[in-house]
Nanobody
Framework: QAQLVESGGGLVQAGGSLRLSCAAS????????MGWFRQAPGKEREFVTR????????YYADSVKGRFTISRDNAKNTVYLRMNSLKPEDTAVYYC?????????????????WGQGTQVTVSS
């Protein structure tokens, strides 16, 4: 059974950094695009970033561009999200997602597999 497990969240001061990991199993995730989404308290879940199956192309939401970096290691079935220069408005539960098909998309409807989420809290 396909499974995604996030880790690496925590509490950090504004300006700090965190690296989230997403370990995939039960499906050949290495041939599919992957993405990260987040949901802040009282808000809808929003797209953060995505990466193609081989890491050759990435795309970021404007709010994180230049601060966050997505990467993947298909040999380890793991996707990473490096977050630098964190701001209080980055506080959210971060979710790793596996694409439903070959399309690299920013729409959560195109993702069929989701992790349980990891909390990131940025204090001011």
């Amino acid at each position: 059974q396909a499974q995604l497990v996030e880790s690496g969240g925590g509490l950090v001061q504004a300006g700090g950094s965190l690296r989230l990991s997403c370990a995939a199993s039960g499906r050949t995730f290495g041939i599919y695009p992957m993405g990260w989404f987040r949901q802040a308290p009282g808000k809808e879940r929003e797209f953060v970033t995505r990466i193609t199956w081989n890491g050759g192309s990435t795309y970021y939401a404007d709010s994180v561009k230049g601060r966050f970096t997505i990467s993947r290691d298909n040999a380890k079935n793991t996707v990473y999200l490096r977050m630098n220069s964190l701001k209080p408005e980055d506080t959210a539960v971060y979710y790793c997602a596996g694409s439903r098909g070959w399309l690299s998309s920013s729409d959560e409807k195109d993702y069929a597999y989701w992790g349980q989420g990891t909390q990131v809290t940025v204090s001011s």
